[in-house]
């Protein structure tokens, strides 16, 4: 069983379009990672989120955590071919030592 | 600050050698380290995780171990590969609530 389901597996649009893609699951995690992968790289952090309702931005990048802290999104505005790789979710169940549970990933292609 | 190294970055292997990945990190004292793997381009399968010298814990019993002989460094290895063991391998460092830092990764081809 998939812990955080992540949606949609695979989406490709067009530059300058907008785009959510969303993590969900049915356990409460403590905070929850959003990471961006590009083609033979490691995974990149981009934020944590640790409060329920917690919005963060980072340029064109909105991720929000949801109020039960079940779920959370990731709203990237006016999209970029630099904004092409895999994003990843990742929820910590508690402050420790737990490793984190990965969802599959949302892979994004914005074709210019 | 802290880095995190792994290599070699790419390998290829026959069937039944041995492997070994090493991941070693700097700027940072007693982490916890991971080894992760992934298959094509999608979500990441934790193989094992050390919080300390000397503590490995495994999440998928297979082909692989890992060892912690210093702090700062981490070790997967395998005595014999199997061609299902091709796999892109990640080592990363850090605390859950607070992020992980992934190395480049390697990219390993049994053949």
């Known amino acids: 069983t998939q812990l955080l389901e992540q949606s949609p597996q695979f989406l490709s649009i067009q530059e300058g379009e907008n785009l959510t893609v969303y993590c969900n699951s049915s356990s409460v995690f403590s905070s929850l990672q959003w990471y961006r992968q590009e083609p033979g790289e490691g995974p990149v952090l981009l934020v944590t989120?640790?409060?329920?309702?917690e919005v963060k931005k980072l340029k064109r990048l909105t991720f929000q955590f949801g109020d039960a802290r079940k779920d959370s999104s990731l709203h990237i505005t006016a999209a970029q071919p630099g904004d092409t790789g895999l994003y990843l979710c990742?929820?910590?169940?508690?402050?420790?030592?737990?490793?984190?549970?990965f969802g599959k990933g949302t892979r994004l292609s914005v074709i210019a | 600050s802290q880095t995190i190294h792994q290599w070699p970055a790419t390998l290829v292997q026959p069937v039944g050698s041995p492997l070994s990945l090493e991941c070693t990190v700097e700027?940072?004292?007693?982490?916890?380290l991971y080894w992760y793997r992934q298959a094509a381009g999608r979500g990441l399968q934790l193989l094992f995780y050390?919080?300390?010298?000397?503590?490995i814990s495994s999440e998928v019993p297979q082909n692989l171990s890992a060892s912690r002989p210093q702090d700062r460094q981490f070790i997967l290895s395998s005595k014999k590969l199997l061609l299902s063991d091709s796999s892109f391998y990640l080592c990363?460092?850090?605390?859950?609530?607070?992020?992980?830092?992934f190395g480049s990764g390697t990219r390993l081809t049994v053949v």
């Open positions: 700027g940072t004292s007693n982490p916890n």
């Open positions: 990742a929820g910590a169940r508690n402050s420790g030592n737990t490793p984190l549970v």
């Open positions: 990363a460092w850090g605390v859950g609530g607070y992020g992980y830092t």
């Open positions: 989120v640790v409060t329920g309702g």
């Open positions: 050390s919080v300390g010298i000397g503590q």
